[in-house]
């Protein structure tokens, strides 16, 4: 500090705080080594503290609670009532109807047979019921799962030559995909979910519903010889390449006797895709339909789902791509389920635990690959109508269960006659909704960057795969946090006056400099990341600061104090930073405000010669130390220590 | 809130502020998206304002200004003086006494043969002193370096069979690492370097050397089929099943005429190799040794680096292995060299630019490879020898280039008859001085996590590989980042009596709770990541809180404060958190403390109906928002809005 700059310091502002109220920043109470690792294992694994509800219960309430935990049916099951079925059946029946139509597409939407579909709507919604924790969620396949099932298996392998291996590898799949959602319930890693971000997910799902609706096209325009590959450019050009076939097909259609009954009916209007698939099956019965060019299901074998675990491939060529398909398969469809089943929960205020229903979820698909299913899941169309059509708990899907059971029975060959157009338009009009422009441009509102990756999930889906939009976008989220970590905010700190607050200056208007003082505030745990930046960051502040012509007038600085309150963590490089920016800023003094208990605590053990950690270099609030210090410097007539 | 539990509430506490001194939370000023994008560009890639010298300048300045940027010796050029020279001939023939014995070793160590060490010490000096900002570095090559590329490219080719193409691809590897080096520069991506932690490039380092010193076992015991493998299991079979002739070897020194010398000498004797060097020549040259089973370097060329641009290959089959070796050996030397400039730049008080510096080192690399010269950076060791020495400028590495022209030119033959076994013991020597035990103890002491990384470097680098181990220890440092951010710290806050400063009511033991409030205190950017994360933890803490015995008597939750003082950035994902956190405490009352300004941003944007961003829910500091809350409470008989 130059000799004649001190006298120049006199800081007008009224400062609320005078001396003598300083308090000291104490360490925080000792705990050791062993009890910090726990804690922080508990914030990590179990941050919903399952155990809570066991402390100070006898052992035989213990048990009870225990086997609740995880059949959830043992909670609700005893309270049921008469009342409470009167509203499951009428949901059951309701999400059935939707259930059955949308099953037999699915399948289809998979390069499945469509039989898989009905199979699929039978087991797994039994084994959710004894499980699962939410009460609205309508358990099945569902499209999006469908779709990246059926595009990353007809990569490798034919379902037209080669069917038997094609099943078995769905099969083989969903059972991969159900051993991973368990595992992650298991291990307690349910947060893996939680990097694909409404942003991802949005722009995921309108790719996809496009992509989708042009696969359709095979469907509705009758084309026999259609591309399978899931990008934009292989399907148009599959579109242009028959367009003879397509024109033929359409004079067909004009020609007179089946309009496609194309359900542009509103979503919310449940019955509309049963009562499609049961008028156009009649009137294709009734015309004949099916020898004038009208592609039609065929004869679908009657009865329960036929045993599958036979089918499962653990070994030989394929192992990895099912692997693969599993893991993709799996984590979107528990996505979705997860999804679905907190939104509805939150609209009847109550708790669904993410880690019990990744078991539930995975659980239901390891048993339904045995059992001629592939990867189901809590469906969002279905269970919104679920929900408005009254139900209360998971019976609603045993009724839909027993329903899917009896058409298995006794209903299948009605389904002969059922046009694949009508099983397209149902899916294109499923999909399309999954389009959700409003929330695209509640995104442009809020955050642009998510707006991005929202566009790099959308045209990743959409011109590259399925499978790699959802790895760019997932990539670039990532990304973006690694770097806020690395580029950490720092902001200059002015007070507000006539209080002792201290603000972001260029926020905050109003608020001043105190002059001698560089007040920063670092806004982002300290670790090997970011240390080399924030010292450079720090520097370039001293230097703007003392730069700028109207500050050179009043003086130089002779502290430098950093708000450490948003600091939230700090690791060894992190300490270091502390000693360099020490020997950095040389004769001004580096001040330390509030830090909190870990980094407090790694500052004194690496501190032994207290020059970081002393008591003129800790206080607690910015406040109390601009005004111990300026009386400090007050008190000093030409130099400092 | 139950009619009876508000007649309960008097907050005894004396609280600074009264409600007539609160501070509005005002939006920050205004700025379009291309400005925020300018300025979030700028921070992230401009931390270090390169251009703010340019400011307010003449054209013509501007141009020297520039140019100084890029030649860094037109800097300090002009000013250079005899005084200065004087310093640096002395530490530059210093470092050259080091570099002429280390460079033979450490192109041995690389597999390569012993002159293009030599090579490797003339030419990029040379292009170091006109572009490098350091004033202490000393260039050449280095062990660690060396280490990887030999190991990295004998895995594919051999050096003995087919010397030739290893040769090719040696360059190959050093131009892709240089231009990977000036293209991180180039880009301003260079914190990708921060991404080696301290912890990590400490466990890397010392397993680096145990791997290192076990090869040498090959020179130190005259085993000749020896393991090319880099492993601890393969070396230290090979020296169990070489015993035979390990034994021969022992016997012939001790037969007496040529004892081991092993420099166990100080590293800080900068002048120990050239002596054991030169001492050990003229022992083995007097004795004929080398017809006595000591191995020799045998005949080296005499002249200068020959031309090797037409060697490097930048097609077939090998493309991948250089391209990868280039950047496995690029980012490491980088990180030696940027670190070891910032070190000494940090003793004498001077900047370093570390893209100016990736540039330098990066173009240096491009130069050599046409030069026959293989990966160099600044080297820790000769780095420290010529600070002690009295470098002054970059001046030093010219002084140590021309010596090593000499030798090239007129000393070569003298080298012939240098001993491996001296070479050996010159490696073994350096490389166990990269073991840094001290370092190693103030890590376990301040943060056990980095232990842990650290030892991951450690045992992956001796067990599995070099590039493995490197890998792991980066990964499982990310992913510790990622978790924090996906776990982000909540604490609760109390008020610390007689003042209005809120703390960590777990830290600071006299903090006392605020009847009818829980207030606290989220540490993160709240993100998509964990956004599910914080709403479960919040309302966790809401119902330990409600649960708590001695809560339970005083008054059940009125107010939620969340001070959000730490979180520094948000998204879409965050910001339906709040409105998420609004529905689910439904009664209680949710207030906001402190939003910064990119925070407050984008909840005002999203919330038009202004239920929690409202004139009630927003207050500037927690002590403002419990004094302002606490009169509306009494002020209300049995219940609030």
Known sequence: MEPNASNNMQPDHCLEITPMEVHKVVPPPHRSTIQKFKSRLKETFFPDDPLLQ??????????????????????????????????????????????????????????LPPIVGLYSSFVPPLVYAVLGSSRDLAVGPVSIASLILGSMLTQEVSPINNPLLFLQLAFSSTFFAGLFQASLGLLRLGFIIDFLSKATLIGFMAGAAIIVSLQQLKSLLGITHFTKKMGLVPVLSSVFHNFNEVIVVMANYTDGFLLPRVPSTDQTLPGAPLASVILSTILVFAFKAQNHGISVIGKLQEGLNPPSWNMLHFHGSNLGLVIKTGLVTGIISLTEGIAVGRTFAALKNYQVDGNKEMMAIGLMNVIGSATSCYVTTGAFSRSAVNHNAGAKTAVSNVVMSVTVMVTLLFLMPLFQYTPNVVLGAIIVTAVIGLIDLPAACQIWKIDKFDFVVMLCAFFGVVFISVQDGLAIAVAISIFKILLQVTRPKTTILGNIPGTDIFRNLHHYKDATRIPGFLILSIEAPINFANATYLKERILRWINEYETEEDIKKQSSIHFLILDLSAVSAIDTSGVSLFKDLKKAVETKGLVLVNPVGEVLEKLLRADDARDITGPDTLYLTVGEAVAALSSTMKGQSSSHV
């Open 54 to 111: 066991f402390k100070r219960q006898p052992l035989g309430k213990k048990w009870i609670l225990g086997a609740q935990y995880f059949f959830p049916i043992l909670q609700w099951g005893p309270k049921y009532s008469l009342k409470l079925f009167k509203s499951d059946i009428v949901s059951g029946l309701t999400i059935a109807s939707l259930a059955i139509p949308q099953g037999i597409s699915y399948a289809k939407l998979a390069s």
